[in-house]
């Protein structure tokens, strides 16, 4: 099975850049898609195909993809950023669509 | 204004069945790309795929819980349900329901708030 490894934790100090990483193997030749996720709430999709954002989401979420590594990174970084971070594709071989394992923010 | 939710008993008993629906507006299951899935989180862990349907009555599910899961569709009443047998106190865990709208191949767009079912004798 398709298995996204992303570090547990990020911590980062306010009007700082956030960059959260969603590592597998070929992940470049896959879309990949960010949620955020604060407690006690639905996941809310942060950026989608790579960096593509919803309506919505502000420009200081900006996402990439190459190789084995994804990454989100959240420019100017707000408290209210502080949140889980999950990053998300559709494998074709299995037809399942896997989730990281999600990325504890910390805004110090 | 498209909105999803979630509704089943917030408690079962091991080796019970469990059957959620997903409740949705805004949108219809008939068209071309649109599906909805299940996706579950146990208390502070993350996200995890169970099952999609498709606007074709196409059925894909996750290979850790296939044999207990069965997803349908009720488009007249805009309804997804999700039943899962043999129910385990490690199936505790809020289960979501999500909408990809785009063709399968692509990102949950909305979200329900989620379920909270909890396995216990």
């Known amino acids: 099975s398709y298995v996204l490894t992303q570090p547990p934790s990020v911590s980062v100090a306010p009007g700082q850049t956030a960059r959260i990483t969603c590592g597998a193997k070929?992940?470049?030749?896959?879309?990949v898609h960010w949620y955020q996720q604060k407690p006690g709430q639905a996941p809310v999709l942060v950026v989608y195909?790579?960096?593509a954002r919803p309506s919505g989401i502000p420009d200081r979420f900006s996402g990439s993809n190459s190789g084995n590594m994804a990454t989100l990174t959240i420019s100017r970084v707000e408290v209210g950023d502080e949140a889980d971070y999950y990053c998300q594709v559709w494998d074709s071989r299995s037809d399942h669509w896997v989730f990281g394992g999600g990325t504890k923010l910390t805004v110090l | 204004q498209v909105t999803l939710r979630e509704s089943g008993p917030a408690l079962v008993k091991p080796t019970q069945t469990l059957t959620l629906t997903c409740t949705f507006s805004g949108f219809s299951l008939n068209t071309n790309g649109m599906c909805v899935s299940w996706i579950r989180q146990p208390p502070g862990k993350a996200l995890e795929w169970l099952a999609l349907i498709d606007w074709d009555d196409e059925k894909y599910y996750s290979t850790s819980v296939k044999t207990r899961l069965t997803i349908s569709k009720d488009t007249s009443k805009s309804q997804v349900v999700l039943t899962m047998t043999n129910m385990d106190p490690v199936d505790t865990a809020t289960y979501f329901c999500?909408?990809?709208?785009?063709?399968?191949?692509?990102?949950?767009?909305?979200w329900g708030q989620g379920t909270l079912v909890t396995v216990s004798s």
């Open positions: 195909d790579d960096r």
């Open positions: 999500a909408r990809i709208s785009r063709g399968r191949d692509n990102w949950f767009d909305h």
């Open positions: 070929d992940i470049g030749t896959k879309s």
